[in-house]
């Protein structure tokens, strides 16, 4: 079967569907991408998605409608269409033709919309935890780009080329400032005394779909939330860490580095925070 992808509108096969060689986000990296978690034929959190690259589409792009994004009728044809219920779904979001280094007197971005599988993490990351190393480059606050989702990827790829060839599954980034950042493609959250911290958003990170469930349903479970600068020491002396993204979802870490979180194994309030997150998405989705 030929996947179908959603591009400028029109709903057309991979083969077919191009994008100009003159496209800023080809030239220059200007563009931004969503990347969205489908269960049931139905996108967790679409909203909140949509209305997270708008924002850094106003600052950092154009203003951008919101009707010219696509909307849930197309997202469900889209499944339909490629025969998926359980999705990975990439909104990338580019400035358009950037022909002369600029955009085009009348704005036309382009829009293109893929599903594919989900290739699910391994049930043993779940289980036993995941290792990080620290990234060897550094986020800084001055950075445009921090905090926005951007097509201008390749600094988090390198710090993923680090963790992978530590045999690592993340990269944890510190600023300029020695305060803990974000993951190279998650958030990064700390347990202490059954208190769930993370970064504060002006740190600056990414404001994660995933990120902000986390602290919606932390305070039900009992755990209360701090958004609070944090340090390496806090990193290392937690008594649990976690990751999140809207795939991954919550995904504990037992070791940083050669150095074991507590332990070295999953915490309770990482167990009791991947159930209800899980569970949250069943809800919303629609049980399968």
């Given amino acids: 079967m030929t996947p179908i992808v959603y591009l400028n509108g029109q709903f057309v096969p991979e083969p077919d569907a191009r994008v100009s060689v003159y496209d800023g986000a080809f030239l220059h990296g ?19 998605h949509l209305d997270r690259l ?83 480059f550094r986020l800084s606050p001055t950075d445009p780009l921090a905090g ?23 990269a944890i980034w510190f600023t300029t400032t020695h305060q803990l950042a974000e993951g190279s493609i998650s958030n990064v959250f700390v347990v202490r005394n059954s208190v769930v911290q993370t970064p504060p958003l002006d740190t600056p990170v990414l404001p994660g779909i995933a990120r902000s469930v986390v602290t919606e349903i932390a305070p039900r479970c009992g755990f209360p939330v701090e958004e609070t600068p944090l340090t390496i020491d806090d990193l290392l002396d937690a008594d649990e860490v976690f990751l999140t993204n809207s795939i991954m979802q919550v995904m504990p870490v037992v070791r940083v580095e050669k150095h074991d979180i507590s332990d070295g194994r999953v915490g309770a309030v990482t167990r009791r925070l991947l159930e209800e997150y899980r569970q949250v998405v069943r809800k919303e989705c629609g049980e399968q």
């Fill in 148 to 170: 926005h989702k951007t097509t201008a990827y390749l600094p988090r790829l390198l710090g993923l080329r680090e963790a992978q060839q530590a045999r690592c599954m993340e």
């Fill in 54 to 136: 708008l924002r850094s589409a106003d600052r950092l792009l154009m203003p951008i409608r919101r009707e010219t994004l696509p909307g849930h009728d197309v997202f469900r044809e889209l499944l339909d269409r490629n025969q998926l219920r359980l999705a990975r779904i990439r909104l990338t979001v580019s400035a358009g033709s950037m022909r002369d280094g600029q955009p085009a007197d009348v704005p036309s971005p382009t829009a293109c919309t893929t599903a594919a599988p989900t290739a699910e993490y391994p049930q043993v990351h779940y289980d036993r935890g995941v290792s990080a190393v620290i990234c060897g």
């Fill in 30 to 48: 200007a563009g931004l991408f969503e990347t969205m978690r489908a269960e049931n034929a139905r996108v967790f959190r679409l909203e909140a």
